[in-house]
């Protein structure tokens, strides 16, 4: 599975703004969904998460009833909407995929990754 994610921009607080992550390969439908990010000189951290079927979805508790984690597998594609963001929303934003169905806000359980897309919010 390859991811590339895009949509990222420079919004207000208060804003929102929408994600999107683009994978190829006939088994992306198989493969768990999450979004990390990350903030320049600070560790990646888990955002969100969603299973293959978009039956189950968990988030980290700093965005839990702001953002929304959604996929269409028929078009090969995940997203996050992201709404009432705040300046400590901004960083970089990473698609990944994983076959696992535990430990979803941990990194090494996802195989595949997109390569960013920066997010900067202003107050």
């Known amino acids: 599975v390859q991811l590339q994610a895009f949509g990222g921009g420079l919004v207000q607080a208060g804003g929102s703004l929408r994600l999107s992550c683009a994978a190829s390969?006939?088994?992306?439908?198989?493969?768990?969904m999450g979004w990390f990010r990350q903030d320049p000189g600070k560790k990646r951290e888990f955002v969100a998460s969603?299973?293959?079927?978009?039956?189950?979805?968990e988030y980290a508790d700093a965005v839990k009833g702001r953002f929304t984690i959604s996929r269409d597998n028929a078009k090969n594609m995940a997203y996050l909407q992201m709404s009432t963001l705040k300046p400590e929303d901004t960083a970089v934003y990473y698609c990944?995929?994983?076959?696992?169905?535990?430990?979803?806000?941990?990194?090494?359980?996802?195989?595949?990754w997109g390569q960013g897309t920066l997010v900067t919010v202003s107050s």
């Open positions: 990944a995929a994983g076959r696992t169905a535990l430990g979803v806000r941990y990194e090494y359980n996802y195989h595949y």
């Open positions: 390969g006939r088994t992306f439908s198989n493969h768990r």
């Open positions: 969603i299973s293959w079927n978009g039956g189950s979805t």
